[in-house]
T-cell receptor, first 112, second 115 residues
């Protein structure tokens, strides 16, 4: 089983749609959770951290369910510029190393 | 403030040649990570350093790969000899654990093609 699993997609949605991505992680001891965004032929960039209480940044909402070891990202009112690959990321909990584990990514294509 | 800097941005070489990739982390960051990304395997951690010391190199694929960090502002990843299956995008990332966050900041990557 992969340490971080995501549906690779692609998710093809029209502008204005709401889309949700899910991710599961295998190590219950993980403490830090993130969503990174990666544009085509670019580097991954932090989109948002994910907090236990859930958090929102504009059109983006991230939620964490520790009991189910599940992370989600909701994008409302999709824009063409949201087209990218979204990487689910958790920390490797052993030894407080700063090491992160990246999922394979979910590709989103927003169409006009 | 400058982000993570990598060079070269693109490298095309022939099988058997030595390849050296370079990285300058964000000033003040004490962790440096080298990743490789391919379509098939996604983003893989190769090695990482803390305060210039290699901590975990378990992701380095084989002895042909080596990495060094001679000082806080410079690291290299070397492949010798290179093979076509090494073709990938190699990213360097850095992190400041003192900021109480695990957020890593990535460089623009080096796109390596081995013919």
């Amino acid at each position: 089983r992969k340490e971080v699993e995501q549906d690779p997609g692609p998710f093809n949605v029209p502008e204005g749609a709401t889309v949700a991505f899910n991710c599961t992680y295998s190590n219950s001891a993980s403490q830090s959770f993130f969503w990174y965004r990666q544009d085509c032929r670019k580097e991954p960039k932090l989109l948002m951290s994910v907090y236990s209480s859930g958090n929102e940044d504009g059109r983006f909402t991230a939620q964490l369910n520790r009991a189910s070891q599940y992370i989600s990202l909701l994008i409302r009112d999709s824009k063409l510029s949201d087209s990218a690959t979204y990487l689910c990321v958790v920390n490797a909990p052993s030894g407080n190393t700063g090491k992160l584990i990246f999922g394979q990514g979910t590709t989103l294509q927003v169409k006009p | 403030d400058a982000g993570v800097i990598q060079s070269p941005r693109h490298e095309v070489t022939e099988m058997g040649q030595e390849v050296t990739l370079r990285c300058k982390p964000i000033s003040g960051h004490d962790y440096l990570f080298w990743y490789r990304q391919t379509m098939m395997r996604g983003l893989e951690l190769l090695i990482y350093f803390n305060n210039n010391v290699p901590i975990d190199d378990s992701g380095m694929p084989e002895d042909r790969f080596s990495a060094k960090m001679p000082n806080a502002s410079f690291s290299t990843l070397k492949i010798q000899p290179s093979e076509p299956r090494d073709s990938a995008v190699y990213f360097c990332a850095s992190n400041d654990r003192g900021s109480s966050t695990d957020t890593q900041y990535f460089g623009p990557g080096t796109r390596l093609t081995v013919l």
